[in-house]
């Protein structure tokens, strides 16, 4: 059966990481895993995380199965951090715990076939390149809507909501919640309110990927559009992931949530995700889940996590701002420090990111989408001079 199979291209990604361990330059620079790094180049383990990890370990008491809905008290308070503690939408509003932010977007994607075999989910070009062999191999079709205008590095306004106009009804709609990645040029509430008013006159769900809360200007802030959405729309879908925010990557830990119609249709929607759930993956991993509800339900672990978070905020700001700054002698990068979270495109062909790599060995994707957390003081100068070799 299984020698009818060829040798599959490597992923870019993991790929250019493997290049990246194997360059022996000691300037080298690595921007393409979508990983926080801090200033020494590491990907730590939280304050609060190692915490919550002691007293979950200490009140413990046994490994049981839990059920494919994961862990409740971490489905209440993801709902409370996504949609507000005071939403009026809590009551037509049900969440599951998944397998990071990927589980959630596939469990997703196969109730909404259940709902509507042959759907059509639209995507932003760009959009994250898992996101279309997620969706599409559960049986979704795969249209997409103009989003980043790479000659003047802003948002194509004019060009989405004239395509998403015509999106009919029964389709649904993939919006980044905030830190758009790859581009990272975020909707403006007044976007938001125009993406709510068409879904409600076209007739599409909006599906938000909430991926970076947190990491863009706040919380609260960078939850703001979907809120939006959940109190002007009759149903949208939310999957979350506390892989960045948490420093959780490896612990797997997601969420998707559907806001119904009505308390009854949001119901019977969680029953199908359960369903679902449970014929993919029976249950998810309980550890992160613990951890994050360990954290969120605690006024001073939730506190130290609140002030870690801003930090690795604060600090890609600053790079932003920093990276800009170098890049003046080169030309003009000023959109740079005006978009939000970790990713940027920095609007270099493939043939100067090949160059990079090569003669600099500096390392990004082919789209010139950098991880600014790939960035510190040791390496801003070099990595600058390095882009204006190329330019």
């Excluded at 709902?115 to 599409?136: E, K, Q």
């Excluded at 980043?148 to 998403?164: F, I, K, N, P, R």
């Excluded at 389709?171 to 040029?185: F, I, M, Q, R, S």
């Excluded at 997601?254 to 019977?268: D, E, R």
Aim: some cysteine.
């Amino acid at each position: 059966m299984f020698e009818q199979f060829e040798p599959l291209a490597t992923d870019p990604i993991l790929g250019l990481s493997l290049a990246y361990q194997q360059d022996t330059n000691p300037h080298k620079v690595d921007l393409g895993v979508g990983v926080y790094k801090d200033e020494a180049g590491n990907t730590p383990v939280l304050q609060s995380v190692t915490a919550a990890q002691v007293r979950c370990h200490a009140q413990e008491t046994t490994k049981a199965y839990q059920s494919p809905a994961g862990d409740v008290v971490f489905n209440t308070e993801i709902q409370k951090l996504i949609f507000g503690a005071d939403s009026p939408q809590l009551d037509r509003l049900k969440t599951l715990q998944t397998p990071g932010g990927c589980g959630a977007l596939r469990v997703a994607a196969e109730v909404i076939v259940r709902a509507a075999p042959g759907a059509t989910i639209w995507v932003s070009r760009p959009t994250w390149a898992n996101h279309i062999p997620l969706l599409s191999s559960a049986g979704l079709k795969i249209k997409e809507y103009p989003y980043y205008q790479a000659d003047t590095q802003s948002l194509d306004v004019e060009g989405m909501l004239a395509c998403l106009a015509q999106v009919p009804a029964g389709d649904l709609v993939l919006l980044h919640g905030c830190c758009h990645n790859p581009c990272g040029t975020d909707l403006t509430l007044e976007h938001w309110q125009a993406i709510a008013d068409l879904a409600n006159k076209q007739g599409f769900t909006p599906f938000v990927d909430l991926a970076y809360q947190g990491f863009g200007e706040g919380l609260n802030d960078d939850a703001q559009g979907l809120r939006l959405l959940a109190d002007a729309v009759p149903e949208m879908l939310v999957a979350s992931s506390c892989s960045k925010n948490f420093g959780l990557y490896r612990e797997r830990v997601g969420a998707l949530s559907v806001v119904g119609s009505t308390v009854s249709a949001a119901a019977n929607t969680f029953g199908q995700m359960q369903s679902v759930a449970r014929g993919i993956y029976s249950m998810p991993p309980s550890h992160g889940a613990a951890l994050v509800a360990t954290i969120l339900t605690d006024a001073e672990l939730r506190q130290q996590w609140e002030g870690e978070l801003a930090g690795m905020r604060i600090r890609i700001k600053q790079l932003r701002e920093n990276l800009a700054a170098a890049l003046v002698p080169y030309g003009d990068f000023s959109f740079i420090p005006r978009q939000r979270g970790m990713f940027s495109f920095l609007g270099l062909n493939e043939t100067q990111v090949e160059r990079l790599k090569t003669d600099f060995s500096v390392y990004m994707v082919g789209s010139s989408r950098i991880n600014l957390a790939g960035i510190n003081q040791s390496n801003l100068m070099y990595l600058a001079e390095s882009i204006g070799q190329v330019l």
